[in-house]
C-alpha cells in the first residue's frame, strides 16, 4: 500500500500516476486520504495528552493523600476517572479512524513507474522486444493442440469435468511427463541462477492475502475454504513473499532470492469463451515462481535480470516470443511496473501469454511491514519483486503446437534429458 507520507510530498505525482491508471479522481481519493491520516494524527495526540494528564494526577493523588489531604486526592481521584473514560471514548474514535485510514490505503493501487506508458487496455500494451524468426511452417492438416491432447490422448478434459469441474483436466502418458519435466527444467535453471527453492504451503491465510495484495482486491477470483479464513494460493508469490512478512533484514543479506514450484487456482470468473479454450485458461495450473527483495537501489537491474531469466528459459524452448511493457491501464494493481512475456501459437495463430514480471517497489513491503536496517542501522522498506518462470499450461499448448509433425510431436531438446523421450507418438 501507499505510503502516507509520501503521498504528501509528492501529491502531483501520486494524481498524475493514478490517473495513467485511468483513475479520474485521484485528487479526490488521495486527499481522502490524507483528511484520514490528519484526524487519525489528531485523535492520537488528544489521546496521547488525556493518557499523559491522566498519569500525572495519578502521581499527585498518592503524594495528597501521604500530605492527608485527602479532599483535594479524592478531587484528583474523580478527575481521573473522567479522563479514563475519555481516553476509553477518544480510543474508540482512533480506531475507528484507523481502520478508515486501513481501508482506504488498501482501496488504492500502486502508482506506476514513469516507464509504464499511458493507455486504457491491452492494446495500449508497448512491445518492448520481438523474437519472430523461428515461426513454425506447419504442415497441412496441423490441429491447435485441444484437438492433439484428444488424438495422442495425452490430457483429458472430459475425464477433470467429470471428477472436478471444467477447468480441471487430467495429464496423462506423456502429457503428464511434459509437465513434471517442464517444472524441473524450470527449477533447474532458476537453482543455477541462485535462487534457494522453497515448497510452500498451497493454501494461505488471510494476512497472507492482504501482505500482499490479493486481498481485498481479488478476493472473487480465489477459491476460500469454507468455515476457515484459508484460500487456495492463486500464485507462489503469495507463500514465498509472506516468509518475510514483519521481518527485518539486514542490508548484506539483500538481495533474497527464492524459487517455489505449486499448483495454483484461480478461479478466472467470468472469462470463458471461445478464445480460452483447451489450456489457455484454467482454474488449476502449475507454475514455477522467482521472487526476489532487494534493496530499493538495485531492484530495477534486478528486474532487468529477472526478464532476461524468463526470457532464456523461452528461446531455449525454441519459441517465438514477444515482451511487453504493460500499459497503466492494464497493470496489476500492486504492480509498479510489469514485463509480460507471450508465446506464439501457431495453431491458434495468436499469442499466448506465459509470464508476468514485475516491480512492486514498496507497495506489498509497506503492507508487509518488509524491512532492512541501512548502513546507518535505519529501518528501510524493502522492495518486492517476482514473476513466472514458467507458468505450464500455455507453454505446453504452444509447444504441442509449434512441434507437431505428421509423425508426432518433437520435444525441445533441453526437455529430452527430463522426458526420456525424443517425441510423442500416436497411441
Not at 480441471?168 to 511427463?177: D, I, L, N, Q, T
Not at 527483495?293 to 526478464?307: F, R, T
Not at 523461452?314 to 512475456?341: E, H, M, N, Q, W
Amino acid at each position: 500500500m501507499l505510503q502516507v507520507t509520501a503521498v504528501k510530498e509528492n501529491f502531483e505525482n501520486f494524481v498524475n500516476g493514478l490517473k495513467k491508471r485511468g483513475i479520474q479522481n485521484a485528487e479526490e481519493q488521495l486527499n481522502e486520504l490524507i483528511q484520514l491520516d490528519d484526524e487519525r494524527k489528531k485523535t492520537q495526540q488528544s489521546l496521547d495528552d488525556i493518557l499523559a494528564n491522566s498519569n500525572l494526577l495519578a502521581k499527585k493523588i498518592g503524594q495528597l493523600y501521604k500530605e492527608g489531604k485527602k479532599e483535594e486526592a479524592d478531587a484528583a481521584k474523580a478527575e481521573t476517572g473522567q479522563l479514563k473514560e475519555e481516553s476509553k471514548q477518544l480510543s474508540e474514535v482512533l480506531s475507528s479512524i484507523e481502520n478508515q485510514l486501513l481501508d482506504k490505503l488498501y482501496s488504492i493501487p500502486n502508482i506506476p513507474n514513469p516507464l509504464v506508458p499511458a493507455g486504457k487496455s491491452e492494446a495500449d500494451n508497448e512491445v518492448v522486444k520481438l523474437d519472430d524468426k523461428n515461426l513454425p511452417a506447419l504442415y497441412d492438416g496441423a490441429k491447435p493442440h485441444w484437438d492433439l491432447i484428444t488424438e495422442y490422448d495425452i490430457i483429458d478434459f472430459d475425464l477433470g469435468n467429470k471428477v472436478t469441474g471444467a477447468g480441471f483436466p487430467f495429464y496423462k502418458r506423456e502429457g503428464a511427463r511434459m509437465v513434471r519435466s517442464l517444472v524441473n527444467y524450470f527449477l533447474d535453471e532458476a537453482q543455477q541462477a541462485g535462487y534457494m527453492e522453497v515448497q510452500p504451503p498451497i493454501l494461505i491465510n488471510e494476512e497472507s492475502g492482504y501482505g500482499t495484495g490479493q486481498l481485498p482486491d481479488k478476493e472473487g477470483q480465489m477459491y476460500g475454504i469454507t468455515g476457515t479464513n484459508l484460500y487456495l494460493i492463486p500464485t507462489a508469490e503469495v507463500p514465498i513473499t509472506n516468509i518475510y512478512r514483519d521481518v527485518i533484514l539486514d542490508a548484506g543479506s539483500l538481495p533474497v532470492k527464492n524459487v517455489g514450484y505449486t499448483p495454483c487456482f484461480r478461479r478466472e470468473a467470468g472469462s470463458w469463451g471461445a478464445h480460452v479454450r483447451g489450456l489457455n485458461r484454467l482454474h488449476q495450473f502449475d507454475k514455477v515462481e522467482i521472487v526476489q527483495i532487494a534493496h530499493p537501489d538495485q531492484s530495477y537491474e534486478i528486474l532487468d535480470g529477472m526478464v532476461a531469466h524468463v526470457e532464456h528459459l523461452v528461446k531455449s524452448l525454441g519459441l517465438p516470443y514477444r515482451i511487453l511493457r504493460l500499459c497503466g491501464g492494464d497493470l496489476g494493481f500492486t504492480s509498479a511496473i510489469t514485463y509480460d512475456f507471450e508465446v506464439y501459437s501457431a495453431a491458434q495463430e495468436k499469442w499466448l501469454e506465459v509470464s508476468s514480471v514485475s516491480n512492486f517497489e514498496t507497495y506489498q513491503a509497506n503492507r508487509l511491514k518488509l524491512r532492512f536496517k541501512d548502513k546507518d542501522g535505519k529501518k528501510v522498506l524493502a522492495h518486492t519483486l517476482n514473476g513466472s518462470a514458467l507458468a505450464v499450461p500455455r507453454i505446453l499448448a504452444a509447444l504441442l503446437e509449434n512441434n507437431q509433425t505428421e509423425e508426432g510431436i518433437r520435444i525441445p531438446e533441453v526437455l529430452r534429458q527430463y522426458t526420456g523421450f525424443d517425441m510423442i507418438k500416436r497411441p
